[in-house]
């Protein structure tokens, strides 16, 4: 029936309907809204009755990873936050005390090149800057946009420890993070060593992993050849292939694969223009020959015979620029990396350029020569290209490969290549001395790490193996960044002996500077003889001035969060998104492991990227960027939020104007259903309306039976941290199950019962619970929306929902068999319903208050419900059931008159003289008053 009866000619009664009166509008207008609720919240320090309420309760813990303090909010901080704010308030609500203390990333690269560009607009050279006062512009731009992002996130509607919360560069932070490399330091793990790390040349620092993307970039390519001097094949020349010219003058070896079939191959004829020598021989992969002979210009040769790679073992080869100050001999080496899949099956070695190269060559004693500077130039140790840069250098060495007569071709490719993902620009692998904590000494990190994984719960779980491949193949972990801006590698190395100190009071007397003072001490004049004490000679140690790689910085945050705020060590769970297993999650794993022999977490959610509603990855270029600042402005937090659970967070998420509209859309849906409720309980008087349980009817059992379903699934996601489709669930329980259903039934006793008829109380009774466990079970999900309704109902001055509990349902709603029951009745209600839309469509009939149909039913499903029951259920005027053998139902009029207060068609209407209009209940209800 519809909401509102109209009146008969002959006399209104639309005053004695009881029609839902609620002061809770139908248009959210969150955006003007969620500002006085955050205000509200703000004024009563909900945060700090969150905690008194839950003081003394088992401890949750979601340790924050750190988002980086250097710009405004993205749509996947808004996604990463809601999440975990979800979890928390659960967690919190199911009867945990919750403590969240979100936190922030300050230091490292991308916060010093931010500074470093605001230089360079002024034309300010940052090298003649002192290194404090450059310190300090980078701790104020942190600062700033911390306190930004603050903002953005409360206005998220995320609960939080924000006064308190915590940030790598506040100095309590710093003297942990130095603490936690001294740990590493006196354990032995920590190392100096020479190794090839990626390198960007334009910020001058080693990268790590996770500072990588991967862009289609086009290299030149070179093939040369390597001339064999001694040994098996003398004569002969090696041909190599490299998308990397310019590691030529790095070059110390050639490998090849010992189980690789190799042509010997006599060359007879050249296609114009290539630089191969009719006459020669060459020694080329067999199964690569044919790409050879396409690229190079081979026109005709003889095969002198097929050998296998270990038949070269102990030949030599002279450097393809020998003549220009390259007159050193080049071995050739067995190399199990080398492969026929590309190339000519030789891999030129360049020790100091690949991580392959200086394992091999390490494995021989070769030489680790330093051609680069950290700016991507030539040193001295590159004749012929000192100052020339790398990435200009190709042309340069084709000519002396040419002058030399060893080039046999050149050209370009198009292929994926390492980028620093803050600068844009290629990278290099390059060999420093860099500062290393080891993966496989003594201290074991990888097989601890490795266990600890294995133990982790992991959500999907696929990521279990995602991570623990990572750290399986793992070199070890090159900590040092040749940047100003972090906390420094605190140590000290004899210069003599080239040791580096390990002396517990030197690093105690650190840590309690940083405390004090943060890790501007270390920089201080005279700090090197303040900590080495009066015992040593400042003069015979280096003071390190590397700064740690922000990946341990953040890895470390544990150290200074969980233990020392009370909070619970490992935390419970570790959120971020499934980048992160490259990232946050193994660089905590790793330092936790290498300090305390555990991981730092019990449980690893990851969740998928956004893009845009096509799929594509957000960017400003193609103007697709979905700004959560945006959002919020024209929609509100908690649709943002809905879009957020009604994702599965699993795969990539995609969000768009459309989608948007769409959740919107959604989120009207479930407001609805909270205003009706709120109408239909204006005042409710559960002290007076409240029939026991037994008292119900069953439609009314069936309810709170679903209650109980909805309660398990709640349940389960706390438990679980998995809320995928806990919110489609309610969202499918309000608008299929009740509105669709329940309501749509119980109106015409809420609105023509009388107020105190048996039916209308047991209805207000369940429409109560609805209210409570929908308040309360939104609360987490969609804040805002549930304390406005929670306050609609309770009045201003009554507690927050958010400091509810998820209700304790009864077990005895717990009803299976009835819910049974109710599916086979709403399986033949829709037959019905379908019926009728025929007769409607047909002109038959046109409220649905205007039928008696007829249903057919199995025997056994005849006593379902009586005639009575189905025209309730069905919501007709009269209805009649008959046998059949499956369920089938048929249109028939409602005999009678229509009555002029609850509308339905009935024989009684114009029976009471004293209200023609009306049917024998409503003229009661209207008689009674």
């Known amino acids: 029936m519809n909401d509102a009866p109209d009146a008969t000619p002959a006399r209104d009664y639309r005053a004695t309907v009881f029609l839902p009166q609620t002061p809770f509008p139908m248009r959210g207008d969150l955006p003007r809204r969620e500002p006085a609720l955050l205000a509200r919240w703000r004024e009563q320090d909900l945060w700090r009755q969150l905690r008194a309420r839950a003081a003394g309760r088992p401890k949750f813990v979601l340790h924050d990873g750190p988002p980086y303090a250097n710009g405004p909010l993205h749509i996947g901080h808004a996604l990463n936050k809601i999440l975990k704010d979800v979890i928390n308030r659960a967690a919190q609500m199911a009867g945990y005390d919750a403590d969240y203390v979100p ?97 960007s040349p334009v910020e001058k620092t080693a990268l790590a992993e996770a500072e990588i993307e991967y862009h289609d970039h086009v290299s030149p390519t070179l093939w040369a050849r390597f001339p064999i001097v001694g040994g098996p094949q003398a004569g002969a020349s090696v041909v190599i292939w490299t998308t990397t010219p310019w590691t030529i003058p790095g070059n110390r070896a050639v490998a090849y694969g010992p189980e690789i079939d190799y042509a010997i191959v006599h060359v007879e004829g050249v296609r114009e223009g290539s630089h191969l020598r009719p006459g020669e021989t060459l020694l080329v992969a067999l199964p690569l020959l044919p790409k050879f002979e396409e690229d190079p210009g081979l026109a005709a040769h003889t095969l002198k015979r097929v050998i296998k790679g270990a038949e070269l073992a102990g030949a030599v080869c002279a450097h393809p620029l020998r003549g220009a100050g390259y007159e050193f001999e080049v071995p050739l080496l067995p190399g199990e990396f080398v492969t026929t899949e590309a190339g000519t099956g030789f891999v030129h070695i360049a020790p100091g350029h690949g991580e392959d190269d200086f394992a091999l060559g390490r494995a021989h004693g070769l030489p680790v020569p330093e051609t680069v500077n950290d700016d991507g130039t030539f040193t001295a140790q590159a004749p012929g290209f000192e100052g020339l840069h790398v990435f200009k250098a190709h042309d340069a060495v084709y000519a002396a490969c040419e002058k030399a007569g060893t080039l046999v071709a050149k050209g370009k490719l198009t292929h994926s290549y390492p980028h620093s993902w803050r600068s844009k620009k290629p990278v290099i692998f390059r060999a420093t001395p860099q500062w290393f904590i080891g993966m496989d000494d003594a201290n074991a990190i990888r097989e601890k790490a490795l266990a600890a994984i294995a133990a982790t719960r992991f959500i999907p779980d696929s990521g279990r193996n995602r991570i623990g491949g990572m750290v399986a193949s793992r070199p070890d972990w090159c900590i040092s960044r040749q940047r100003a801006w972090g906390v420094p590698i605190a140590v000290f190395v004899e210069k003599r002996s080239g040791q580096v100190l390990r002396d517990p009071e030197v690093m105690a007397r650190i840590v309690e500077a940083f405390r004090r003072e943060g890790a501007d001490a270390w920089y201080q004049p005279g700090a090197a003889a303040r900590f080495l004490g009066n015992g040593r000679n400042p003069a015979d140690y280096e003071q390190v001035m590397d700064i740690v790689d922000v990946w341990f910085e953040s890895g470390s945050t544990h150290a200074f969060v969980l233990g020392p705020r009370n909070l619970p060590f490992p935390a419970d769970l570790y959120l971020e998104g499934s980048d992160q297993h490259r990232g946050w999650f193994q660089s905590s794993l790793l330092e936790s492991v290498g300090t305390r022999g555990v991981a730092p977490f019990k449980a690893v959610l990851t969740h998928g990227f956004t893009l845009d509603e096509q799929g594509r990855k957000m960017s400003k270029s193609l103007g697709n960027v979905t700004a959560p600042q945006e959002v919020i402005a024209a929609y509100g937090a908690d649709i943002l939020r809905l879009w957020v659970m009604n994702t599965d967070i699993t795969e990539d998420q995609r969000i768009g104007k459309n989608i948007l509209e769409q959740q919107a859309e959604l989120y009207r849906r479930i407001r609805n259903t909270l205003r009706w409720l709120l109408g239909s309980l204006a005042d409710f008087d559960a002290a007076a309306e409240t029939p026991p349980y037994a008292e119900l009817p069953e439609l009314e059992r069936w309810v709170l039976h679903r209650l109980t379903e909805l309660d398990q699934r709640i349940r389960g996601a706390v438990a679980s941290h998995d809320w995928t489709g806990v919110m489609p669930e309610i969202h499918g329980f309000c608008a299929t199950d009740l509105s669709a259903f329940y309501f749509d039934i119980r109106k015409d006793s809420l609105y023509c019962d009388a107020k105190d008829s048996p039916r209308r109380r047991a209805c207000r009774t369940v429409l109560d619970r609805l209210h409570r466990c929908l308040a309360i079970w939104l609360a987490p999900m969609l804040p805002f929306t549930a304390e406005e309704a929670w306050l609609a109902r309770f009045g201003e001055g009554a507690e927050s929902v958010h400091l509810q509990l998820f209700p304790e349902l009864p077990e005895q709603w717990r009803d299976p068999a009835l819910a049974a029951k109710w599916a086979r009745i709403r399986e033949a209600r829709r037959i019905v319903t379908a019926e009728l839309e025929r007769a409607r469509a047909a002109g038959e009939m046109g409220s649905s208050l205007q039928a008696a149909p007829v249903l057919a039913l199995p025997a056994e499903d005849l006593g379902l419900l009586d005639a009575a029951g189905w025209a309730e259920v069905c919501i007709t005027s009269g209805f009649a059931l008959e046998e059949g053998p499956q369920p089938a139902a048929r249109f028939a009029p409602a005999p009678g008159a229509k009555c002029a207060r609850c509308w339905k068609v009935l024989p009684e209407v114009g029976a009471s003289a004293a209200h023609p209009g009306l049917c024998r209940r409503c003229e009661a209800v209207v008689e009674g008053g």
């Not at 308190?164 to 001294?182: L, P, Q």
């Open 103 to 199: 936190g922030w990333d300050c230091h490292g690269l991308p916060i010093e090149w931010k500074v470093e560009e605001e230089y360079r607009a002024r034309k300010k050279n940052k090298d003649e800057v002192p290194v404090l006062e450059f310190r300090a512009e980078c701790r104020a731009y942190a600062q700033h946009w911390l306190e930004v992002q603050r903002e953005e996130f409360i206005r998220l509607g995320v609960a939080g420890d924000w006064t308190n919360r915590y940030a790598t560069m506040d100095f309590e932070s710093e003297a942990v993070i130095v603490e936690e490399i001294g740990r590493f330091l006196m354990n032995g793990s920590l190392y100096r060593g020479l190794r090839p790390v990626m390198w």
